[in-house]
């Protein structure tokens, strides 16, 4: 176990100080190997060849399942995927029968991925306010127990990985936060009201202020965020975590399913 932590703290450190995407791929393919895993993927949950944005997409995952894979478009048929988007912890692919309901098409993907060699893994979901979701796999040989220490390691290895991919996709000199960041407080304030649904005149009486300066601020915010609608506004800020679904319908809202 002491090795495997010590070799777990050198993959760390070479996944933090990798400087090109082709030094992190080489890197996360050790400690992939090391954890004892066959394949690995980082990725945004995009549509590969349809994506028009500078998204991650790093694996080593056998060419021929990967062609197959973009060919066919398979990402909306993947259920690991649509597991990623509904839980925030890492989950073994045995598990997914467990956590969603499995449809035919659901058993034809995984019986296909496994053909391909692509049979078992583990997951650890990415979520990042203001960017498509995303997710770190490992692959995992067939009938090989994942230990509570492999998934503890993995996930330390995958938040790094995805981390240090995010940084190294991120244009130089682009700050790495998302374009709500770049609101004031003030538009923060008219963004929140426009949410709830108030019109100029309502905002303007309750900041005190005439009808054309809440109006002058939900345009900068149009203009910021390049959006043309109050509701693309307020989609775009929930997306992003400017506002909370708790701010706008708090008496709807639970943090827990009931």
């Known amino acids: 176990m002491h090795h495997m932590i010590l070799a777990l703290v050198d993959s760390l450190r070479a996944i933090h100080a990798a400087r090109s995407l082709e030094l992190l791929a080489g890197n996360v393919a050790i400690a992939t190997t090391q954890m004892g895993f066959t394949h690995y993927a980082i990725t945004h949950h995009v549509d590969g060849p349809a994506r028009r944005m500078r998204a991650i997409r790093l694996n080593n995952y056998p060419p021929a399942w990967v062609e197959h894979y973009d060919r066919h478009h398979l990402y909306t048929l993947d259920p ?62 067939p009938r090989r127990e994942i230990t509570d220490l492999t998934k503890i390691m993995a996930h330390a290895i995958g938040e790094a ?65 390049e959006v043309n609608k109050r509701t693309l506004l307020v989609s775009r800020a929930l997306f992003d975590g400017t506002l909370t679904l708790a701010q706008i319908l708090p008496q709807f809202y639970s943090p827990f399913r009931e």
Request: include cysteine; aromatic fraction near 6%; charge should be neutral.
């Open 80 to 141: 690991v995927h649509r597991l990623s988007h509904l839980i925030n912890e890492g989950f073994v692919w045995s598990e997914l029968a467990e956590r969603i309901d499995l449809s035919h098409a659901d058993h034809a993907f995984m019986t296909l991925a496994a053909h391909y060699g692509i049979a078992d893994g583990f997951t650890i979901p990415v979520t990042i306010h203001g960017e498509t979701g995303g997710s770190v796999t490992f692959i995992n040989p």
């Open 161 to 225: 990985a995805f981390a240090a991919a995010r940084r190294l996709c991120t244009p130089r000199g682009q700050r790495m936060r998302p374009p709500s960041a770049r609101l004031t407080q003030r538009e923060r304030e008219v963004t929140h009201l426009v949410a709830l649904g108030k019109t100029n005149r309502e905002m303007a009486m309750l900041m005190g202020t005439s009808e054309e300066t809440p109006a002058k601020h939900v345009n900068n915010c149009f203009e910021k965020l």
